[in-house]
């Protein structure tokens, strides 16, 4: 059966890090694009970061660009989201998905994701 599990989040003050991880039981992870998205509630899920199946090409949403680093271990089945100079806005449930071949930006385009980790991040 096919998991993701995230890892990593909490509660950090405004300019604090906090590296997310996520464990994929995938068999064949490295065919598959990963990406980070988030949700507040009530709100659709947005994409933050992708990372190509070889990690050879990264993307990043705008708001998060210069401040996240999206990287991934195909030996360990892991993907990971090292985030710097967090802001309040940034505060939302943080999602690892995979989807097959490519990364699209759309949540819909996915294949698979975990149960998501919470990020706080105090003013």
């Known amino acids: 059966q096919v998991q993701l599990v995230e890892s990593g989040g909490g509660l950090v003050q405004a300019g604090g890090s906090l590296r997310l991880s996520c464990e994929a039981s995938l068999p064949d992870f490295s065919d598959y694009g990963m990406a980070w998205f988030r949700q507040a509630p009530g709100k659709k899920r947005e994409f933050v970061a992708g990372v190509t199946w070889s990690g050879g090409s990264t993307y990043y949403a705008d708001s998060v660009k210069g401040r996240f680093t999206i990287s991934r271990d195909n030996g360990k089945n892991t993907a990971h989201l090292q985030m710097h100079s967090l802001k309040p806005e940034d505060t939302d449930i943080y999602y690892c998905?995979?989807?097959?071949?490519?990364?699209?930006?759309?949540?819909?385009?996915?294949?698979?994701w975990g149960q998501g980790t919470q990020v706080t991040v105090s003013s």
């Open positions: 998905e995979a989807q097959k071949s490519m990364v699209n930006r759309g949540h819909e385009d996915y294949d698979y």
